[in-house]
């Protein structure tokens, strides 16, 4: 059972347009961060949400933490092929344990 | 910037042989954990050691051991191989304990089990 469902799992789009990526879970993170990884690379990390409500802007990608740091969302406007890449979200439920999600593999096309 | 360092890069052993991954992990930084990523799945947490213990336990098979040494390196030791271990190990460290500290991870050792 995957503890953090993310959504949708593939996606592909035309350069210049917006997506939306959606991490969520019943459990309560106290944590939460977002990665993109490269074939054969590790994961880099984009962005950590720690508060409630938080809305972090990263140039053209946006991140928010739910109200209830159970969910997450990654919006990106006027996607470019350089986006293309597997994003992953992973989440604390306390101390060192990290959970991550299944991923959503991004496809841009230009 | 001085990354996560992880050697070797690439490995071939076979089947009941035994291998040995390193992990340097960014100055500075006291928390090592390691994680193994099977193809097309996300990477999944093994183990982790803060000053040099072991902090927390994850999917960590009994024939694997890993111990983080005075010089913060960490090495994954992993005994009579499975086709099944066949993944890339990825080593990430942090600069401290607790739950905001943020991972940094390396390029990963990919393993491949004949």
């Known amino acids: 059972t995957q503890l953090l469902e993310q959504s949708p799992q593939f996606l592909s789009i035309q350069e210049g347009e917006n997506l939306t990526v959606y991490c969520n879970s019943s459990s309560v993170f106290s944590s939460l961060q977002w990665y993109r990884q490269e074939p054969g690379e590790g994961p880099v990390l984009l962005v950590t949400v720690v508060t409630g409500g938080e809305v972090k802007k990263l140039k053209r990608l946006t991140f928010q933490f739910g109200d209830a740091r159970k969910d997450s969302s990654l919006h990106i406007t006027a996607a470019q092929p350089g986006d293309t890449g597997l994003y992953l979200c992973?989440?604390?439920?306390?101390?060192?344990?990290?959970?991550f999600g299944a991923g959503t593999r991004l496809f841009v096309k230009a | 910037a001085a990354g996560v360092i992880q050697s070797p890069r690439h490995l071939i052993k076979e089947k009941r042989e035994t291998a040995t991954l390193k992990c340097y992990p960014i100055p500075r930084h006291d928390t090592v954990y390691w994680y193994q990523q099977g193809p097309g799945q996300d990477p999944q947490f093994l183990i982790s050691f803060y000053e040099k213990m072991q902090s927390d336990k994850g999917s960590i098979p009994d024939r694997f051991s890993a111990q983080q040494f005075s010089d913060y390196h960490s090495e994954l030791n992993m005994s009579s191989l499975e086709l099944g271990d066949s993944a890339l190990y990825f080593c990430a460290s942090s600069p401290g304990q607790g739950s905001l500290d943020e991972q940094y991870f390396g390029p990963g050792t990919r393993l491949t089990v004949t």
């Open positions: 992973a989440g604390k439920t306390g101390g060192f344990k990290t959970i």
